[in-house]
């Protein structure tokens, strides 16, 4: 449904960003129309990888269903989703995303280390839509 | 600075679940505020409505949709759509409005009659809509921004779910004695301990619920005031409708990243803080010299933030003015002393303007049993989806 935002198998998965060759400003999701940094006059936006790792900014969960257009199967029950607000210290920037399906929040802590991977949104029987995951480290220092 | 306008009148719809149609409450509301200024709808120059998408289609042109529930007569139109910031912007126009001298007297209405549950963007697909994909890719309700706030405050300030809880119980103590309030019964730290969990580490009780309800004023010239028997009318002094300054690097709804700050630092001051010292510039006055203040406590931790925001206190000092009992009815500068969204819930056009009711009911003494003693000036602030944000300044 959004095309261009990662790419990459493995650990090669990355997300991908835009940056502004005339101020290097960078953004995601992808901006490919006009630098909204406003003292810029304007440059090419480029695409670029955004670092794989990053520390986490904050987080917390949905225990209830979220609506559509977000898409779970009603058949199953609902089974709370951490999600994870991660700064990219490079390219100073905070990305908000599903944590990996086994994280919870009693996993996680402000600071720690996340590193970006693929994910499933979800599939049915034609297609499987991907996403991108937050999955901490391990490194808390 | 600029010049001030007077609020004439006041008037709103109750807060519930009621089940009607928005246009009835906002027509409650107009009707209540007119009564209140003693003015006929004959004698206003110009309608401001402050737009719902959520009662179909003609909530995208309250303003007509308003004007024409009181009976066609012939007054200026206008229709105001801002999300959560549609009431505050309305009363902007208002205020632009009577400035310029393109009107004299102008009635204000919001009003929502709010889905249950969540808040949802339109139907359909619609990738190239911010609002859309939040839902769309990460199931990123309201209360999980929510929930990411209030647990960066306690990863950098320590406060805890308790400190929470207490918001709420300070404000359903207060709203309890709001006959507009939708709840109106007394909440303990225990009752907000033992609801569910919505978006870690918030629960159902530190989080505002979506309503119905309406919520109207009728602003003047002083000139109109004065010449209809309103020698000191409740005045406002300044509207604050900024925007955010690149890079905001606060994750704001509904966005799904920040700006990144790596080819420009963020300015000195959060976007949040902007809204309020936009107001208190205009208005000429500081946080020193507020009797109370309406601030939109979505949820229990926001409020908090609000308290630092306004520049009531410094930065991760929010829980310790809240334990000192400070913005409590009868401390230093009481917070929502209407009850706050926590008693009312969300109803979203109107809910800016009624922040403005009851500073003008505060700012007059007539708001009987929670009254601020002595009110003399009085802040509302609020903020929305898109980048919106704004606060009023009222003074008598
Ligand atoms: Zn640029």
Request: charged letters at 20%; proline letters at 6%; a negative charge.
């Amino acid at each position: 449904m959004v095309a261009g935002w990662f790419a990459g198998d493995g650990d090669a998965f990355r997300l991908l960003g835009t940056r502004c060759a005339a101020c290097a400003s960078v953004f995601f999701p992808r901006e490919d129309h006009h630098c909204r940094n406003p003292s810029c006059g304007g440059g090419e936006l480029e695409e670029i990888a955004l670092s794989r790792r990053g520390r986490v900014w904050s987080y917390t969960d949905s225990r209830y269903r979220p609506p559509s257009p977000y898409v779970s199967d009603p058949e199953l029950p609902w089974e709370p989703c951490a999600l994870i607000a991660v700064e990219l210290e490079a390219e100073r920037i905070v990305v908000l995303g599903q944590a990996a399906p086994e994280v919870t929040v009693a996993d996680l802590t402000v600071g720690m280390e996340a590193e970006v991977v693929p994910g499933v949104l979800h599939e049915d029987a034609e297609t499987t839509w991907t996403t991108w995951h937050w999955r901490p480290t391990g490194v808390t220092a | 600075m600029t010049q001030e306008v007077a609020v004439l009148g006041v008037g709103m719809h109750p807060w519930g679940k009621w089940g009607r149609s928005f246009v009835e409450y906002g027509v409650a509301a107009a009707q209540a505020a007119l009564a209140d200024a003693g003015l006929d709808w004959r004698d206003i120059g110009s309608i401001i409505g402050a737009d719902t998408v959520r009662g179909g289609y003609p909530g995208y042109v309250a303003g007509a949709t308003f004007a024409k529930a009181l009976g066609w007569q012939g007054a200026r139109v206008t229709s105001v759509y801002a999300a959560c910031a549609s009431g505050a912007q309305a009363v902007d126009t208002a205020r632009a409005q009577i400035l310029s001298g393109l009107a004299d007297a102008v009635l204000v209405v919001g009003a929502d009659a709010a889905p249950k549950g969540f808040f949802r963007p339109a139907g359909g697909d619609r990738p190239d809509d911010p609002d859309w994909l939040r839902f769309r890719i990460l199931g990123a309700t309201n209360p999980v921004y929510f929930g990411l706030y209030a647990r960066r405050r306690m990863a950098l300030h320590g406060d805890t779910t308790d400190d929470f809880a207490q918001v709420k119980v300070k404000n359903a103590a207060m709203g309890a004695l709001n006959p507009k309030a939708r709840y109106r019964s007394p909440v303990t730290a225990e009752e907000v301990a033992a609801s569910a969990v919505v978006a870690d580490p918030l629960r159902l009780l530190d989080i505002c619920a979506t309503s119905d309800g309406g919520a109207a004023v009728v602003l003047s010239s002083m000139e109109f005031a004065r010449r209809h028997g309103h020698a000191e009318p409740v005045r406002i002094r300044a509207v604050s409708t900024v925007t955010p300054r690149y890079p905001n690097a606060v994750l704001d709804l509904p966005d799904i990243a920040t700006d990144s700050a790596v080819a420009v630092d963020p300015p000195g001051e959060t976007f949040r803080r902007s809204i309020a010292r936009t107001a208190y510039e205009e208005a000429g006055v500081g946080p020193e010299d507020l009797s109370l203040a309406e601030v939109y406590d979505l949820s229990t931790a926001l409020e908090l933030q609000w308290y630092e925001d306004l520049g009531l206190c410094g930065e991760g000092e929010g829980v310790k003015l809240l334990r000192d009992g400070a913005t409590a009815l009868g401390g230093r500068i009481p917070v929502n002393v209407s009850g706050g969204l926590a008693s009312f819930g969300e109803a979203v056009p109107a809910q800016a303007i009624a922040q403005v009711c009851e500073l003008a009911w505060q700012l007059r003494g007539a708001a009987g049993d929670r009254q601020v003693a002595g009110a003399r000036v009085g802040i509302s602030a609020n903020q929305g989806l898109f980048g919106h944000g704004s606060a009023v300044i009222a003074v008598r």
